[in-house]
């Protein structure tokens, strides 16, 4: 967590460092905390690569740009719920003062989520202008300190477990959901056929369909994973409530069992990109993996994630840089639905005679 708040801090330092010195830069980072000695190199280290190939932006540029995107990162990769809830005890000048750093869509949000009262005293756009910078500022720190700051999103040659937490709210969503089907298919591979059939009709046809083709797609899965998914199944239950709904839950439940030997800080940047209920649900669900996972199945359930973002990534469903996992982590998981892309989905249970079976 500290590592994710010290981004913009690194940043600075490195700027500044490399101006005043570029051929001892590297050193002063044995300075500093030892956490971030090779964080600090590394962006020094990229600092100067740039500079000697002539490319890229000046000092002074890179200082500039650091400036603006540090007002405006940290709110906009979360889900504008965990906003409205901090924001409706406030006063409407701090409101309105705080929807200037936020995109459109979470604008609109408020507005339509906001208490009707506060909704009504908001100022006038021109009228938060007036304030100074300093007291802006302030206002924006003391809202922020309220959640955990998301790292932006960078590019890399490799990407590994934790940057999970680079997935936008969307995608992450859209991982959930796939997780969720395919624990069905772990879980439910060796139902009989008129099992199987009443399981496909309490899903939508997009998501029965795809269920089918994992499940036909599936070799035998390891035992402890296969008794694992089976477990998640017992927890959440597919008997009752939105079919929708029911794909997420155990899709969290999968998810928390994989993170559970990663760090905490990755599930709490997650959680702020997720409406609040599913928000804390990970949060319950990874307090319980950590006890109960055993570390041999969190590493096959990590394998399986990191493949079902390339299958993702592959659809066209998360960003293209998730299609780069080692070869030796892709397992052999099935394809993507095909309405990832958001095709309207039917009822299977509304198709009659075309229900899908096995």
């Known amino acids: 967590m500290e590592q994710l708040a010290n981004h913009y801090r690194e940043r600075t330092v490195a700027l500044l460092a490399f101006a005043h010195n570029p051929s001892g830069a590297s050193g002063l980072a044995d300075y500093g905390p030892p956490q971030e000695g090779e964080s600090l190199r590394g962006r020094i280290e990229r600092l100067s ?34 906003l409205a809830g901090v ?44 304030v100074t910078p300093t007291i802006l500022r302030l206002v924006r720190r003391t809202f922020e300190s309220h959640f955990v700051p998301i790292r932006p999103t960078r590019s890399a040659e490799s990407l590994d477990f934790s940057d999970l937490a680079q997935l936008r709210g969307e995608e992450l969503e859209a991982l959930l959901r796939d997780l969720g089907i395919h624990e ?65 839950e155990i899709g969290v439940h999968a998810l928390a ?48 994630v990191r493949a079902r973002l390339a299958a993702l990534a592959s659809a066209g469903a998360v960003a293209p840089e998730w299609k780069q996992i080692p070869e030796s982590l892709k397992v052999p998981v099935g394809p993507v639905a095909e309405t990832l892309s958001g095709t309207p989905a039917q009822s299977a249970a509304d198709n009659g005679p075309e229900d899908v079976v096995v």
């Not at 003062?97 to 507005?111: E, F, G, K």
């Not at 208490?115 to 009228?127: A, F, K, N, Y």
């Open 257 to 304: 069992k994989a993170l559970s030997i990663e760090a905490e800080a990755v599930a709490e940047v997650l959680r702020q990109k997720l409406v609040p209920s599913i928000g804390y649900l990970l949060r319950r669900c990874l307090s319980g993996a950590a006890r109960r996972t055993h570390p041999a199945v969190a590493r096959q359930r990590q394998a399986v």
């Open 87 to 130: 924001l409706e005890s406030e006063s409407p000048r701090v409101v309105g003062l705080l929807m200037r750093y936020l995109p459109s869509r979470h604008v609109r949000y408020l507005a339509e989520h906001l208490p009707e009262g506060l909704r009504r005293r908001l100022p006038h756009l021109l009228d938060t202008f007036a």
């Open 184 to 248: 069905l298919a772990i879980a439910f591979r060796d139902l009989p056929a008129a099992a199987l059939h009443i399981v496909f009709n309490r899903l939508k046809f997009r998501d029965a369909k795809a269920l089918r083709e994992r499940i036909l797609a599936q070799t035998a899965p390891d035992p402890l994973l296969e008794r694992d998914a089976k477990y998640t199944i017992f927890e959440c239950g597919v008997t009752g409530g939105d079919p929708e709904a029911v794909l997420t």
């Open 49 to 82: 690569a740039s500079a000697g190939k002539g490319s890229g932006p000046t000092l002074h540029e890179e200082l500039r740009g650091l400036q603006v995107a540090e007002d405006v990162v940290i709110l906009h990769e979360m889900h504008p719920a965990w």
